[in-house]
């Protein structure tokens, strides 16, 4: 748990960024809160590059996970790139950190691998929207403040099941697919697998949720935890991840739903990585 004072570091493991005005307008929101901030070099794109080179970001992220001061890492950082440092992490060091890393989207990566490597619980959320949206910005405040930890409980709707828990793991699909095959996919046995999307159509995610079955992955699976996929709804509406996963597991495997997970800028916060019950209300 963060609280005033604490020393909360900035990195980006995918694309950097290239506005500026965002890190600005973050490291404004923490020092309001009290934070003292500390930004990695590297956050802000090289000119002309993506991002700079893998082992240079890594080296990032581990210089503060190896400092006792830092109590936080929060990756500001999404795109394609952050698959690219994993083999530059030092797992052990990470797993023996105070500090707590956050990210999304393409950070899925560098989460689950923390989970599967090190052992580590990590929170899946882009601090870049905390100033965005007031009510985010004030359970975070509760939080920062007395521990209230409505930032983390997203409200859930079931669809099928009554009841799943586990240990999360997942989050953005295209982007935890990249893991398949890898030292740093998760054990899915007894999981709750959460999965959401920014980016795909239709084909896209039908062929995600395909890749998912045929690696056995809806068998192992305690349960699934579906956020947004926000192109997918813009084109066939809220309720197409539900049906199209629904096509390839079955009425079985437990299912609830959120509008509080994904990427718009009023989604929650949630834990990779830590145990997690769900039940239906009044059970």
């Not at 992220?61 to 950082?77: E, G, L, N, Q, T």
Request: with cysteine; hydrophobic share 40%; net charge positive.
């Amino acid at each position: 748990m963060l609280k005033k004072g604490s020393q909360v570091a900035l990195v980006a493991c995918s694309n950097a960024l290239t506005d500026e005005k965002n890190i600005q307008t973050l490291v404004a929101f923490f020092k309001s809160q009290g934070l003292e901030v500390r930004i990695s070099p590297h956050v802000i794109a090289p000119r002309g590059k993506l991002a700079a080179k893998a082992k240079t970001r890594a080296d990032s992220v581990m210089h503060y996970f190896c400092d006792p001061r830092v109590d936080a890492i929060f990756d500001v950082s999404g795109g394609d790139l952050a698959n690219e440092v994993l083999p530059e992490l030092d797992y052990q060091v990470a797993a023996q950190s105070r500090a707590t890393f956050w990210g999304y989207s393409d950070v899925t990566t560098v989460i689950n691998a923390l989970h599967t490597r090190a052992g580590k619980a990590s929170v899946l959320y882009q601090a870049r929207h905390l100033p965005l949206c007031a009510a985010r910005g004030a359970e975070w405040e509760r939080w920062l403040c007395a521990g209230e930890e409505s930032l983390f409980t997203p409200e859930i709707a079931w669809v099928q099941g009554r009841q799943m828990s586990g240990v999360t793991v997942g989050g953005n699909v295209r982007c935890l697919l990249k893991l398949a095959g890898t030292p740093y996919w998760p054990d899915m046995r007894g999981k709750i697998l959460v999965l959401e999307a920014r980016s795909g159509g239709e084909a896209q995610i039908r062929t995600y949720l395909q890749q998912l079955r045929q690696m056995d992955v809806f068998s192992q699976v305690s349960g699934i935890l579906l956020g947004t996929f926000s192109q997918l709804e813009q084109s066939l509406g809220a309720a197409a991840a539900q049906e199209l996963l629904q096509a390839v597991t079955g009425p079985k495997l437990p299912l609830a739903v959120t509008r509080q997970i994904g990427h718009g800028s009023d989604a929650k916060a949630l834990w990779i990585g830590r145990e997690l019950q769900l039940k239906r209300s009044g059970e």
